[in-house]
């Protein structure tokens, strides 16, 4: 139970600086995604199992919160954390290259999906200018983001770990 806490404090909070926080960063109207950022995060330090799980949870917050089509995220972060975490024993994601790379093509890869949704949903606009004007910008930005996120994420569990160490130290 405990665990589900902290996960439904990590999925708000993550929400808060998608909404909040992610607008302040937009570099030509690209901000980087988040909830994709997560969903990668979590298939490569837990594999595609909790990837998936964590994909559910991300995807129904991000469709509620987008304004959007419902679903979509829904359908396309799921798979792209399951993908990306069947590839955790093959891939050295201790490495910041790999995290980089993979993180690119996992957007690309998510971008893609999403684009053809859209498309076969609303054909107002090709697939393909969607492709080259949205994802294309969006995967590169991800890609640049997500290894200040796995510092962020270093530096909280290093705290974490402190506090538990004091908390410890003074139960005794």
Excluded at 7 to 30: D, K, N, R
Excluded at 38 to 57: D, E, H, K, P
Excluded at 79 to 108: E, H, Y
Aim: charged share 15%; glycine share 8%.
């Amino acid at each position: 139970m405990r665990s589900l806490l902290v996960y439904g404090c990590w999925l708000a909070g993550i929400a808060v600086a998608q909404t909040v926080a992610a607008p302040s960063f937009e570099i030509y109207h690209v901000k980087p995604d988040l909830f994709l950022i997560s969903v990668i995060l979590v298939a490569m330090r837990r594999g595609g199992g909790s990837a998936l799980a964590w994909a559910l949870a991300a995807g129904a917050v991000q469709d509620a919160l987008s304004g959007g089509i419902i679903g979509f995220n829904l359908f396309s972060k799921p798979v792209t954390g399951f993908v990306v975490g069947l590839m955790r024993d093959k891939l050295d994601f201790a490495n910041p290259n790999t995290q980089t790379v993979v993180t690119l093509f996992a957007s690309l890869a998510e971008g893609a999906v999403l684009s053809i949704l859209l498309y076969a949903y609303q054909p107002a606009k090709s697939a393909l200018w969607t492709f080259s004007q949205v994802v294309v910008p969006l995967s590169a930005y991800n890609s640049l983001v997500m290894p200040l996120v796995i510092l962020a994420e270093r530096a909280v569990g290093t705290v974490a770990a402190e506090l538990r160490r004091r908390e410890s130290r003074f139960a005794q």
